[in-house]
């Protein structure tokens, strides 16, 4: 069946450090991808999705770009930020079946300090 | 335009008693979906119901949950009767059409712990 692999954490990063974390899938065909971010105390919100390989989706400074030869959907922002302290979800949404339901990967904790 | 809503936000019960969660999608949604996240691992799929009908549940753990969504407009899931093991977040999440790429609305969550 589908599923994600997403780096493990937590991570600490400083105020305007380099940001990546890595998200890997296996899936049939040509799935959806997505990275939903919570911030503490509230629900699950898109940050940025990719519908085909090669789509480059971006939101509030961070990229991801969706690489089929390497089914990889990785995360960057090159400068963090305090209020980026959240935790980070990569999933993906199959290309067929009538649910398209999302699978998750395990989550990556990340927090920036000042 | 209002988001998902789920109530309560959070339940704290005992082994063996009854809990129901509400799920309000937007307003429009005919895709319904419920997920939970267990013990900080990752989020996964419980079922899907397009309007009242459920299309996928293979999801649900077991036959202590039941899930509801009667007219088509909000959902419940009972869980009756509650172990341990159900302790986690349970996330709503509602689409407009089951279109490749579109995307799901979370809601922000109902904490349930079982003592």
């Known amino acids: 069946g589908d599923s994600v692999t997403q780096m493990e954490g937590p991570v600490t990063l400083s105020e305007e450090a380099f940001l990546t974390i890595n998200c890997t899938y296996t899936a049939t065909g040509y799935p959806s991808l997505f990275w939903y971010v919570q911030y503490p105390g509230e629900g699950l919100q898109l940050l940025l999705k990719a519908t085909k390989a090669d789509d480059k989706g971006s939101n509030k400074g961070f990229e991801a770009t969706y690489r089929k030869e390497t089914t990889s959907f990785h995360l960057e922002k090159g400068s963090v930020q305090v209020s980026d302290s959240a935790v980070y979800f990569c999933?993906?949404?199959?290309?067929?079946?009538?649910?398209?339901?999302?699978?998750f990967g395990s989550g990556t904790q990340l927090t920036v300090l000042p | 335009e209002a988001g998902v809503t789920q109530f309560p936000s959070h339940s704290v019960i005992e082994k063996g008693q009854t809990v129901t969660l509400r799920c309000d999608p937007i307003s429009g949604h005919d895709n319904l979906y419920w997920y939970r996240r267990v013990m900080g691992k990752e989020i996964k799929f419980l079922l899907h119901f397009v309007k009242e009908s459920k299309q996928d549940e293979s999801g649900m753990p077991n036959n202590r949950f039941l899930a509801e969504r009667t007219g088509g407009t909000y959902s419940t899931l009972k869980v009756q009767p509650a172990e341990l093991e159900d302790s986690g977040v349970y996330f709503c999440?509602?689409?407009?059409?089951?279109?490749?790429?579109?995307?799901?609305?979370f809601g922000p969550g109902t904490r349930l712990l079982v003592l």
């Open positions: 999933a993906l949404s199959p290309s067929s079946g009538s649910a398209r339901q999302l699978t």
């Open positions: 999440a509602s689409r407009r059409t089951s279109g490749a790429g579109e995307t799901q609305y």
